[in-house]
């Protein structure tokens, strides 16, 4: 059964999980093996170095890494000089990481920390990505009629079309649960996609951060088998390279 049994909606969906690696890593890892679902993470260089075990167990365990910077700043703050630097010794340890996992690196996809894709380096810094042969992923199957608008299809790096939001669970944030289950049923969101009531592909954003597993244990298995209850099927991630 992969239609939702409410709206008869069908939603394919690519799962992203942003600010790898983590504590919680593997658990994610071992509970998305559980559900058949193969995720793209982007990885913090810095991270990667201070704790690379999690992230060679998600390569051992079926995930692609993915290039998320070295120390996660705003690309528009940066000068070009800064922002390729950023990307290049983020490229170096993710080698290292699928080195030491003894896997073979087939994709080299990217994502800007905060979608900051660069202000006004940002020609520059597409060309860039094309250029060094990093990977889209493909998103032809994306139907929201701002994804083209807003230029994202011809974009290399990955963007999202729905982002979970989670992280903003804090202690005193005001941000619960209950405004992550809000999103994920809007069917009219203030940004993004909606989620269960339109029929498009989805591109999710999910983030690794052990600060949301202490106020919401195992988040993303909520999350997600809400959206499995739903009819949500998740894809295997594909991409496709652009020359420069
Ligand atoms: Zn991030």
């Not at 910077?69 to 000089?81: E, I, Q």
């Not at 250029?131 to 807003?150: C, L, N, S, Y």
Request: aromatic share 12%.
């Amino acid at each position: 059964m992969n239609e939702s049994e409410e709206t008869g909606i069908m939603i394919r969906a690519l799962l992203t999980i942003d600010d790898v690696p983590s504590k919680n890593t593997p658990a994610i890892v071992d509970y998305l093996n559980e559900k058949g679902i193969q995720a793209i993470m982007f990885a913090v260089g810095k991270r990667l170095e201070a704790q690379p075990e999690p992230a060679v167990y998600a390569l051992r365990h079926g995930m692609i890494l993915g290039n998320h910077s070295y120390s996660h700043p705003g690309f528009s703050a940066l000068g070009m000089k800064k922002c390729i630097e950023e990307i290049e010794t983020c490229e170096k340890v993710l080698d290292g990481i699928y080195r030491a996992a003894g896997g073979e690196r087939k994709y080299r996809p990217f994502r800007f920390p905060y979608g900051d894709k660069g202000g006004n380096n940002k020609p520059e810094l597409q060309k860039y990505l094309a250029g060094k042969g990093f990977h889209k992923v493909k998103d032809t199957q994306i139907a929201f009629p701002w994804w083209k608008e807003k230029g994202l299809d011809s974009d290399i790096d990955t963007f999202w079309t729905f982002d979970f939001m989670e992280y903003r669970i804090r202690p005193g944030s005001g941000f619960t649960l209950e405004d992550v289950w809000k999103r994920i049923h809007d069917g009219n969101p203030t940004s993004g996609g909606a989620l269960l009531s339109e029929n498009s592909n989805h591109l999710l954003l999910l983030h690794a951060h052990d600060e949301t597993e202490a106020m919401v244990p195992e988040y993303y298995r909520l999350f997600i088998d809400r959206l499995l209850a739903n009819g949500v099927v998740f894809d295997k991630p594909e991409f496709v390279t652009v020359t420069a």
